[in-house]
Protein backbone atom coordinates (compact mmCIF):
# COMPACT_ATOMS: atom_id res chain seq x y z
CA UNK A 1 0.00 0.00 0.00
CA UNK A 2 2.62 2.32 1.19
CA UNK A 3 4.78 1.58 -2.40
CA UNK A 4 1.25 2.52 -4.39
CA UNK A 5 0.86 5.84 -2.35
CA UNK A 6 4.89 6.67 -3.20
CA UNK A 7 4.18 5.92 -6.71
CA UNK A 8 0.91 7.89 -7.34
CA UNK A 9 2.35 10.80 -5.09
CA UNK A 10 5.67 10.74 -7.98
CA UNK A 11 3.37 10.85 -10.65
CA UNK A 12 1.56 13.33 -9.45
CA UNK A 13 4.54 14.96 -8.97
CA UNK A 14 5.82 14.73 -12.15
CA UNK A 15 2.83 15.59 -13.52
CA UNK A 16 2.78 19.08 -11.79
CA UNK A 17 6.62 20.03 -13.23
CA UNK A 18 5.41 18.84 -16.68
CA UNK A 19 2.47 21.48 -16.14
CA UNK A 20 4.61 24.06 -14.92
CA UNK A 21 7.11 23.69 -17.50
CA UNK A 22 6.15 25.77 -20.01
CA UNK A 23 3.53 28.85 -19.98
CA UNK A 24 1.15 28.94 -17.72
CA UNK A 25 -2.41 28.13 -19.25
CA UNK A 26 -5.66 30.12 -18.73
CA UNK A 27 -7.74 30.21 -16.41
CA UNK A 28 -10.07 32.85 -17.95
CA UNK A 29 -10.85 33.89 -21.84
CA UNK A 30 -8.01 36.22 -21.35
CA UNK A 31 -5.27 37.63 -19.27
CA UNK A 32 -4.57 40.84 -21.16
CA UNK A 33 -0.99 42.16 -19.52
CA UNK A 34 -1.11 45.27 -17.34
CA UNK A 35 2.34 46.36 -18.09
CA UNK A 36 1.86 49.49 -15.74
CA UNK A 37 1.75 47.04 -12.93
CA UNK A 38 4.31 46.78 -10.31
CA UNK A 39 3.43 43.45 -9.02
CA UNK A 40 6.48 40.81 -10.08
CA UNK A 41 4.72 37.89 -11.17
CA UNK A 42 6.03 35.24 -14.06
CA UNK A 43 4.51 36.69 -16.73
CA UNK A 44 2.53 39.71 -16.06
CA UNK A 45 -0.41 40.52 -13.99
CA UNK A 46 -4.01 40.87 -15.80
CA UNK A 47 -5.22 43.72 -16.99
CA UNK A 48 -9.05 44.68 -15.48
CA UNK A 49 -11.08 43.00 -18.09
CA UNK A 50 -13.68 46.03 -18.02
CA UNK A 51 -10.28 47.97 -19.48
CA UNK A 52 -9.31 45.26 -22.01
CA UNK A 53 -9.95 47.09 -25.37
CA UNK A 54 -9.55 45.69 -29.20
CA UNK A 55 -6.14 47.06 -29.53
CA UNK A 56 -4.71 44.63 -26.79
CA UNK A 57 -4.82 42.13 -29.32
CA UNK A 58 -3.83 43.98 -32.41
CA UNK A 59 -0.31 44.83 -34.26
CA UNK A 60 -0.06 46.44 -37.11
CA UNK A 61 2.86 46.19 -39.48
CA UNK A 62 4.14 42.58 -40.28
CA UNK A 63 4.29 43.33 -43.51
CA UNK A 64 7.31 45.57 -43.49
CA UNK A 65 10.72 44.85 -44.51
CA UNK A 66 13.13 44.61 -41.74
CA UNK A 67 15.97 46.93 -42.13
CA UNK A 68 18.74 43.95 -43.09
CA UNK A 69 21.63 46.54 -43.63
CA UNK A 70 23.91 44.84 -40.60
CA UNK A 71 26.87 42.72 -40.11
CA UNK A 72 24.86 39.32 -39.94
CA UNK A 73 22.17 40.73 -43.10
CA UNK A 74 19.03 39.62 -41.28
CA UNK A 75 16.34 41.32 -39.30
CA UNK A 76 13.89 39.58 -36.70
CA UNK A 77 10.44 41.63 -36.17
CA UNK A 78 9.15 39.66 -32.94
CA UNK A 79 5.34 40.02 -32.19
CA UNK A 80 5.03 38.57 -28.33
CA UNK A 81 3.51 39.71 -25.20
CA UNK A 82 6.13 43.18 -25.42
CA UNK A 83 3.93 44.19 -28.56
CA UNK A 84 0.65 42.55 -27.70
CA UNK A 85 -0.43 42.37 -24.55
CA UNK A 86 -3.31 40.35 -25.54
CA UNK A 87 -0.93 37.47 -25.92
CA UNK A 88 0.10 37.51 -21.68
CA UNK A 89 -0.59 33.49 -20.59
CA UNK A 90 -1.45 32.54 -24.23
CA UNK A 91 1.66 30.56 -24.98
CA UNK A 92 2.36 31.91 -28.49
CA UNK A 93 4.23 33.96 -30.48
CA UNK A 94 5.50 34.61 -34.10
CA UNK A 95 8.19 36.97 -35.64
CA UNK A 96 9.05 37.98 -39.44
CA UNK A 97 12.86 37.18 -40.23
CA UNK A 98 14.36 39.13 -42.77
CA UNK A 99 17.52 37.78 -44.91
CA UNK A 100 19.30 39.78 -47.45
CA UNK A 101 21.48 38.28 -49.79
CA UNK A 102 23.76 35.52 -47.79
CA UNK A 103 21.93 36.86 -44.84
CA UNK A 104 22.23 35.27 -41.71
CA UNK A 105 20.15 34.74 -38.28
CA UNK A 106 23.28 33.27 -36.24
CA UNK A 107 23.40 30.59 -34.10
CA UNK A 108 20.78 31.02 -31.71
CA UNK A 109 18.46 29.30 -29.03
CA UNK A 110 14.71 30.22 -27.90
CA UNK A 111 14.99 28.62 -24.13
CA UNK A 112 11.37 28.74 -23.38
CA UNK A 113 9.80 27.88 -26.80
CA UNK A 114 9.91 25.45 -29.89
CA UNK A 115 9.92 27.33 -33.05
CA UNK A 116 8.12 26.51 -36.38
CA UNK A 117 9.13 28.07 -39.30
CA UNK A 118 8.18 28.76 -43.18
CA UNK A 119 9.25 30.58 -45.88
CA UNK A 120 7.42 33.06 -47.56
CA UNK A 121 9.92 34.16 -50.24
CA UNK A 122 13.29 32.75 -51.22
CA UNK A 123 15.55 29.91 -49.92
CA UNK A 124 17.15 29.12 -47.24
CA UNK A 125 19.52 26.78 -45.86
CA UNK A 126 18.49 25.90 -41.71
CA UNK A 127 19.58 23.30 -39.30
CA UNK A 128 20.25 22.36 -35.68
CA UNK A 129 22.33 20.54 -33.50
CA UNK A 130 21.16 18.26 -31.29
CA UNK A 131 22.18 18.53 -27.05
CA UNK A 132 25.65 16.27 -25.97
CA UNK A 133 26.84 14.06 -26.22
CA UNK A 134 25.71 13.36 -29.84
CA UNK A 135 25.51 16.97 -31.54
CA UNK A 136 24.03 15.73 -34.25
CA UNK A 137 23.19 17.75 -37.09
CA UNK A 138 20.31 18.03 -39.16
CA UNK A 139 19.71 20.14 -41.78
CA UNK A 140 17.29 21.43 -44.52
CA UNK A 141 17.24 23.34 -47.84
CA UNK A 142 13.88 25.11 -47.50
CA UNK A 143 11.77 27.17 -50.29
CA UNK A 144 8.88 29.05 -50.30
CA UNK A 145 6.19 27.49 -48.43
CA UNK A 146 8.26 24.61 -47.02
CA UNK A 147 8.00 24.68 -43.15
CA UNK A 148 10.76 23.12 -40.87
CA UNK A 149 10.56 22.64 -36.90
CA UNK A 150 13.57 23.90 -34.41
CA UNK A 151 12.74 22.25 -30.53
CA UNK A 152 12.63 24.07 -27.74
CA UNK A 153 16.41 24.94 -26.14
CA UNK A 154 18.16 23.35 -29.52
CA UNK A 155 21.15 25.54 -30.82
CA UNK A 156 19.78 26.58 -34.19
CA UNK A 157 20.57 28.64 -37.30
CA UNK A 158 18.97 30.09 -40.89
CA UNK A 159 21.10 31.22 -43.80
CA UNK A 160 19.85 32.64 -46.99
CA UNK A 161 22.45 31.27 -49.80
CA UNK A 162 20.59 33.00 -52.34
CA UNK A 163 21.33 36.37 -54.42
CA UNK A 164 18.08 37.56 -53.73
CA UNK A 165 16.38 38.48 -50.95
CA UNK A 166 14.24 36.06 -48.39
CA UNK A 167 11.47 36.20 -45.79
CA UNK A 168 10.51 33.66 -42.92
CA UNK A 169 7.14 33.65 -40.81
CA UNK A 170 8.01 31.47 -37.39
CA UNK A 171 5.76 30.49 -34.84
CA UNK A 172 7.16 29.74 -31.02
CA UNK A 173 4.85 27.91 -28.15
CA UNK A 174 5.52 31.01 -26.20
CA UNK A 175 4.47 34.49 -25.24
CA UNK A 176 8.07 35.28 -24.71
CA UNK A 177 10.31 32.79 -26.03
CA UNK A 178 13.67 34.43 -25.51
CA UNK A 179 16.49 34.16 -27.29
CA UNK A 180 20.10 33.72 -26.61
CA UNK A 181 22.49 34.25 -29.24
CA UNK A 182 25.51 31.61 -29.24
CA UNK A 183 28.39 34.26 -30.43
CA UNK A 184 27.04 37.28 -28.29
CA UNK A 185 26.51 35.49 -25.48
CA UNK A 186 30.10 34.21 -25.40
CA UNK A 187 32.13 36.29 -26.81
CA UNK A 188 30.34 39.95 -25.92
CA UNK A 189 29.19 39.14 -22.38
CA UNK A 190 29.32 41.89 -19.79
CA UNK A 191 32.03 41.94 -18.11
CA UNK A 192 33.31 39.66 -20.62
CA UNK A 193 34.61 35.71 -19.39
CA UNK A 194 37.89 35.35 -19.05
CA UNK A 195 39.82 34.93 -22.58
CA UNK A 196 41.73 31.83 -20.36
CA UNK A 197 38.59 30.39 -20.15
CA UNK A 198 37.37 30.56 -23.61
CA UNK A 199 41.14 29.73 -25.16
CA UNK A 200 40.58 26.75 -23.29
CA UNK A 201 37.24 26.14 -24.02
CA UNK A 202 37.63 26.41 -27.92
CA UNK A 203 41.25 25.40 -27.83
CA UNK A 204 42.69 28.45 -29.84
CA UNK A 205 45.17 30.74 -28.87
CA UNK A 206 44.40 34.08 -26.28
CA UNK A 207 45.20 36.12 -29.11
CA UNK A 208 42.22 34.77 -31.21
CA UNK A 209 39.73 34.69 -28.26
CA UNK A 210 40.51 38.47 -27.97
CA UNK A 211 40.19 39.37 -31.47
CA UNK A 212 36.64 37.68 -31.43
CA UNK A 213 35.62 39.54 -28.14
CA UNK A 214 36.29 42.91 -30.06
CA UNK A 215 33.80 42.33 -32.59
CA UNK A 216 31.34 42.11 -29.58
Known amino acids: MALRAFFLAAFLALSCFDALASDPGLLQDFCVADKS ?3 RVNGFPCKN ?5 A ?3 FFKGLHLA ?3 TNKQGSNVTAVNVAQIAGLNTMGISLVRIDYAPYGLNPPHTHPRATEILTVLEGQLYVGFVTSNPGNKLFTKVLGKGDVF ?10 FN ?3 SKAVAI ?3 SSQNPGVITVANTVFGSKPSISDD ?4 AFQVDKNIVDRIQAQF
Open 197 to 200: ILAK
Open 55 to 57: EDF
Open 161 to 163: YGT
Open 66 to 68: GNT
Open 149 to 158: VFPQGLIHFQ
Open 37 to 39: STV
Open 170 to 172: AGL
Open 49 to 53: ANDVV
